[in-house]
């Protein structure tokens, strides 16, 4: 809209959507239409005003020519309201189509006040108030034609998931506008909480009621949701707000909800009281910190002994998994109120760390007797009791009792309670999070078959159960074998200990029980009975225990660690697992061994090395059935090329250069040929090869930058010619980036000044010789590539090597002085360069300047060109393709004088933006969707096909 043939051609639009019967191809360009037009009007200026101006007439045009008995379509009716709320976000606007009556009429004319209204004409409507809240004029107008009560009744029916979040949130924004405002916000609390205030439930009649109460009250449910959304963001939105307490005070909010809480623990229908109760425990709380009091004592006393009673309650009906949630609720509310602002209950005891315990009592049960001996896990029960009060440890054995005497499946019951505990590592302080891998880990050992007899294990029990008088021997869940018998649990075990390791990077001086981890990842891939996805979460598990929890000081014992030395036949058993998901996984291990072994722990090159992975991953990255397992194979070969002793004793013995350039000819999957070029960089940068394989490697490489069809090996291949680049810049003398005042001669055998003629001999020295590799014609060929990605690689290598022949003035002529007696000459170490044949010289005579040279070259790489390099990538041995020669005769005709006239003429910068630019909009534009618009009109008789 910054133009006027913008305004023109949105002036069409409009129109058309005022004519009988239009109707609109596809809402999506409504959608684009409406976004762009709330860009434009966030800005302020004077296409902004005169834009607003073209809506509010079009407005008042649209409501003089509709009418209750003829309506638009129903996506014009959605776009209208959108529309008017995007223009009445401004309160000048919004007082214009005031005086102008313009929302009640749309009301009437729509009709919006009626019950069987569409769901997308529900939505717009819902979005229009909310837009309108904005404001103090807005909310009023919503008072007084009572709006509100529409979303009230949207969040009542609970018909779609977006209208009925969206009437949440319009509903809990304009409370806390209109906080002041009491009598309204009191006429908004009762009309919300009306189902809830007439339901007539006693406790007396909660004995006969049954899951079908859930299905026959479906109004109440959706109350009690709404008012634990309303609760919920205004408890928490800041410290000001009164409107949790003001629903306290107006409906006893606690009062009635903990009679339902009574009335119906036994059905469905607790999972709509539940949170809601809970948050009703926060409002006094906030309160007397609002105040700027000190939480009384009867405050506290309170609020535990409510907690209490819903554990006591939970716990009567054998809700082990809802008691779970209720702490976790109690974690999330008290950060968040921790958030607003910091207090504390005088207790000796972190509150967290009561909430957390509970928590992890499920889990602890899983522990066998057996193990209960050992001396790490001591130390944990110890913590435990440490960091808690006398109540939650009674509390806690009451669980335990609970659990015991009713049988429950406790390994389900331990696995909803991992993914719970999960769902809360964002918000756990760094010392619960210890707690809760300490407890995964030993719930972990416990998975893990004990080496013990039976005898023993079953005396044990029966010594314990006789000391504690138990009436029933218990079987604990994770007796026999768990590994088979419980895989879902010990699955939530490993991504539990994935995730908490990942995050919080724990160190064994914090919590020791990580050095066990590697060992039993190591037992369980051991395990004939272990599944697939089990493997590859313990595969993760192992990597990331040498990561992480290795003591650098412990490098010296790692030749006598027995876990190290057994992890390597392990890791070679699963490489040939049949699944290729374990493969990988066992391959992404490897590689992070190979990456610590280069510097960190030099003794894991021997684990490689023993074990034969070399060799293997070479087999493997040629020959595997899996795309994925091949590229992950090429990943960690191009780890160790790095490694001298594994290139001295191992690969120098394999031709990986011809592997991975075979693998680029070949290869259909351009992650296996991403990952080959990697390979190809780091053989060209870490190890040193004869002239005909550097050849060999040029080629292969110009011709995956220039043709290749997935735009991440290009990329790779570009970063490969990156490097070429210093390599010959290194070998004129270039030093950390720049040219030193001296340097050695390998020609004359002695130190030479670099002065500025010197300097510019070298680095066109240089660049003579990357035009002559293709490197030139390679990176102005992928500046001009179809995939943006690829461009600004090329532009970012340009730009570097741009900016360092500016620094020594190579855009300038040469002093006219006679050579230096000392001037180094061209290194003998460079290869010699051909001449091109007689064909290619008479191309280069016809394309006489950078422009043509370039042209022609995007001429010849059209489509035609991709089809036919892969079709004849799947055949190694087919004869290169005519246009495939044509290309990459027009790349070596871009000689250094081409590269530097291109590359100083242009505004490299400037060019990326421009082509960003376009790229970002030249689908949804502005003025392409208005063109889309107005073009599917005036073809209706076409068939058109959405294109976004």
């Given at each position: 809209m910054s133009s006027s043939d913008n305004s023109k051609k949105l002036s069409e639009v409009l129109e058309l959507f005022l004519l009988p019967k239009y109707n609109i191809v596809s809402v999506t360009y409504l959608d684009l239409l409406l976004s762009h037009i709330?860009?434009?009007i966030k800005e302020c200026n004077a296409n902004n005003y005169e834009s607003c101006e073209l809506f509010q007439k079009w407005v008042l045009k649209a409501l003089n020519t509709w009418s209750t008995e003829c309506l638009p379509s129903q996506p014009i009716i959605t776009f209208t309201l959108k529309l008017v709320g995007l223009v009445s976000r401004n309160e000048l606007r919004f007082h214009y189509w005031q005086f102008k009556n313009v929302y009640n009429k749309l009301c009437d004319i729509f009709n919006l006040h009626k019950d069987d209204l569409p769901m997308s004409i529900k939505m717009a409507y819902i979005t229009m108030l909310i837009n309108l809240i904005k404001h103090k004029s807005g909310r009023q107008w919503i008072m007084d034609s009572g709006a509100w009560k529409d979303a009230v009744k949207y969040a009542h029916w609970n018909q779609t998931l977006y209208v009925t979040h969206e009437s949440h949130r319009f509903l809990w924004l304009l409370l806390l506008h209109e906080q002041q405002n009491v009598d309204f916000c009191k006429e908004v609390i009762l009309t919300m909480s009306a189902p809830l205030m007439t339901n007539t439930i006693g406790?007396?009649?909660?004995?006969?009621?049954?899951?079908?109460?859930?299905?026959?009250?479906?109004?109440?449910c959706t109350t009690l949701d709404l008012l634990t959304n309303i609760i919920e963001n205004t408890l928490f939105a800041n410290m000001d707000n009164t409107v949790p307490e003001l629903c306290q005070e107006i409906i006893g909010l606690e009062m009635r909800i903990k009679a339902l809480f009574e009335a119906c623990i036994s059905t469905k229908v607790l999972s709509h009281i539940h949170k809601l109760f809970i948050l009703c425990l926060f409002i006094p709380l906030k309160r007397f910190i609002r105040e700027g009091k000190k939480i009384e004592v009867e405050t506290m006393q309170?609020?535990?002994?409510?907690?209490n009673y819903i554990f006591l309650m939970l716990l009567s009906k054998v809700y082990i998994v809802e008691l779970m949630k209720t702490n976790k609720f109690l974690m999330i509310f008290w950060k968040k109120l921790q958030s607003l602002q910091e207090f504390s209950f005088n207790y000796e005891h972190k509150f967290e760390h009561q909430i957390i315990i509970l928590m992890i009592v499920p889990l602890s049960l899983c522990i066998k007797y057996t193990y209960r001996d050992s001396d790490i896990f001591d130390m944990f029960v110890s913590k435990m009791f440490d960091v808690t009060c006398v109540p939650i440890q009674r509390l806690g054995y009451n669980i335990r009792d609970v659990v015991f005497k009713n049988h429950v499946p406790l390994a389900q019951i331990a696995k909803v309670n991992i993914d719970l505990l999960i769902e809360i590592t964002d918000i756990m302080d760094r010392d619960i999070a210890v707690i809760v891998f300490q407890a995964l880990?030993?719930?972990?050992?416990?998975?893990?078959?004990?080496?013990?007899?039976?005898?023993l294990d079953n005396m044990t029990n029966a010594i314990h159960l006789e000391n504690v008088s138990r009436k029933q021997i218990h079987k604990f869940p994770l007796e026999g074998d768990p590994i088979v018998d419980h895989p879902t649990l010990l699955l939530s075990l490993l991504?539990?200990?994935?995730?908490?390791?990942?995050?919080?990077?724990?160190?064994?001086?914090?919590?020791?029980?990580?050095?066990?981890?590697?060992?039993?990842?190591?037992?369980?891939?051991?395990?004939?009975?272990?599944?697939?996805i089990i493997c590859v979460k313990a595969l993760k598990i192992c990597k990331l225990?040498?990561?992480?929890?290795?003591?650098?000081?412990?490098?010296?014992l790692t030749e006598t660690d027995s876990h190290m030395k057994e992890i390597g036949p392990t890791l070679f058993k699963r490489l040939h697992d049949v699944n290729w998901e374990v493969r990988d996984s066992v391959l992404e291990t490897l590689n992070t061994i190979a990456v610590i072994s280069e510097d960190k722990y030099p003794t894991f090159q021997e684990y490689l090395l023993a074990n034969e992975f070399l060799q293997l991953a070479v087999e493997i990255a040629k020959t595997d059935s899996e795309s994925y397992v091949r590229a992950s194979a090429l990943v960690f070969l191009s780890t160790t090329v790095r490694i001298n002793k594994l290139w001295e004793e191992k690969l120098s013995q394999f031709d990986l250069p011809n592997t991975a350039i075979i693998l680029l000819n070949n290869e259909s999957e351009g992650l296996v040929r991403k990952e080959a070029v990697i390979l190809l960089k780091e053989l060209y940068v870490h190890r040193k090869w004869p002239k005909n394989m550097i050849d060999s490697m040029i080629l292969a490489m110009a011709k995956t930058a220039v043709l290749d069809l997935h735009w991440e090996v290009k990329i790779s291949a570009l970063e490969y010619w990156n490097h070429v680049i210093t390599s010959h810049l290194s070998d004129q003398g270039v030093l950390d980036g720049h040219f030193p005042k001296v340097t050695f001669s390998k020609e004359h055998r002695k130190i030479v000044s670099l002065n500025e003629t010197e300097i510019k001999r070298r680095l066109n020295k240089a660049l003579d010789e990357l035009a002559k590799q293709n490197c030139l014609g390679v990176l102005l060929v992928t500046l001009e590539d179809s995939d943006f990605e690829v461009c600004k690689m090329a532009a970012t290598i340009i730009n570097k090597l741009k900016t360092f022949l500016l620094k020594y003035k190579l855009n300038e002529p040469l002093p006219a002085l006679p050579l230096p007696k000392d001037s180094a000459t061209f290194d003998t170490s460079y290869v010699k360069y051909e001449s091109p044949t007689n064909d290619a010289s008479s191309n280069c005579e016809m394309l006489n300047n950078s422009n043509n040279v370039i042209e022609e070259i995007l001429d010849v790489n059209d489509a035609s060109l991709l089809a036919s390099i892969y079709n004849n990538s799947t055949n190694v041995d087919s004869k290169p393709q005519k246009s495939e020669k044509k290309t990459f005769q027009h790349i070596s005709c871009v000689t250094r004088q081409i590269f530097l006239e291109k590359i100083f003429d242009m505004n490299i910068d400037a060019y990326i933006e421009e082509k960003d630019r376009w790229l970002a909009t030249y689908t949804t534009s502005f003025d392409s969707v208005l063109d889309d618009i107005l073009t599917m009109y005036k073809k209706e008789d076409v068939n058109s096909m959405d294109c976004y």
């Open positions: 709330s860009d434009d406790s007396q009649t909660h004995q006969v009621l049954q899951d079908n109460y859930l299905e026959e009250n479906k109004l109440l309170k609020f535990f002994t409510d907690l880990c030993h719930v972990l050992k416990n998975c893990v078959p004990d080496t013990c007899s039976e005898t991504n539990g200990l994935a995730i908490m390791t990942e995050k919080f990077k724990l160190k064994w001086q914090e919590c020791v029980e990580t050095i066990c981890l590697l060992s039993l990842g190591q037992e369980i891939l051991n395990h004939p009975g272990t599944l697939p225990a040498i990561q992480n929890f290795m003591s650098p000081n412990l490098v010296l």
